[in-house]
């Protein structure tokens, strides 16, 4: 059995916009009012503490609740590829070890775009096995954010 397995929670939704809207979306958020504008039932605060904005090295702070807790994130920009794709994982060398990488990606689909979410988590078999119950509930409401997240841009870049 292994020490650690990989859990990678992924979402997507088909919008009928141009990568570049949702590419300008994304890299767009850049403050508390832009990233509410995303997600205002659960985003709560966001800016820059290092570098450009979106530019690879940045290092962003948000403040989101997930699972009905405040949680206090500082991600490093990894990948930014225009219009296609945008990756980040958090800056504190503990939590990489359980959250490795969080990305974007953008895929043109005709008329329309599929915007997919991923985040990738690494869970422990000893964790899994006595904390399971935990582990699940944390991953679904994980889930619920990710898929809301989704339809809200969806539905603010449709209308």
Same mark, same amino acid.
């Given at each position: 059995?292994?020490?650690?397995?990989?859990?990678?929670?992924?979402?997507?939704?088909?919008? !009928?916009?141009?990568?570049?809207?949702?590419?300008?979306?994304?890299?767009?958020? @850049?403050?508390?009012? $832009?990233?509410?504008?995303?997600?205002?039932?659960?985003?709560?605060?966001?800016?820059?503490?290092?570098?450009?904005?979106? @530019?690879?090295?940045?290092?962003?702070?948000?403040?989101?609740?997930?699972? /009905? !807790?405040?949680?206090? %994130? +500082?991600?490093?920009?990894? !990948?930014? @590829?225009?219009?296609?794709?945008?990756?980040?994982?958090?800056?504190?060398?503990?939590?990489?070890?359980? $959250?490795? #990488?969080?990305?974007?990606?953008? +895929?043109?689909? /005709?008329?329309?775009?599929?915007?997919?979410?991923? /985040?990738?988590?690494?869970?422990?078999?000893?964790?899994?096995?006595?904390?399971?119950?935990?582990?699940?509930? /944390? %991953?679904?409401?994980?889930?619920?954010?990710?898929?809301? +997240?989704?339809?809200?841009? #969806?539905?603010?870049?449709? $209308?």
């Amino acid at each position: 059995m292994p020490l650690f397995e990989d859990v990678i929670l992924t979402d997507s939704i088909e919008i !009928k916009t141009t990568p570049e809207q949702i590419f300008n979306f994304l890299t767009g958020i @850049v403050d508390d009012d $832009s990233y509410k504008a995303w997600h205002n039932a659960d985003h709560v605060s966001f800016r820059w503490l290092k570098g450009q904005p979106w @530019v690879v090295g940045s290092v962003m702070y948000a403040e989101e609740y997930l699972h /009905g !807790k405040l949680h206090k %994130l +500082e991600f490093k920009v990894t !990948k930014i @590829v225009p219009n296609r794709h945008i990756e980040y994982m958090p800056t504190s060398r503990f939590m990489r070890r359980f $959250s490795p #990488k969080n990305e974007f990606i953008i +895929e043109q689909k /005709g008329d329309t775009c599929l915007f997919i979410a991923s /985040g990738t988590f690494r869970v422990g078999w000893i964790v899994k096995t006595f904390f399971k119950k935990a582990i699940e509930n /944390g %991953l679904s409401s994980t889930r619920k954010h990710m898929k809301e +997240e989704g339809e809200n841009l #969806k539905r603010i870049l449709e $209308s």
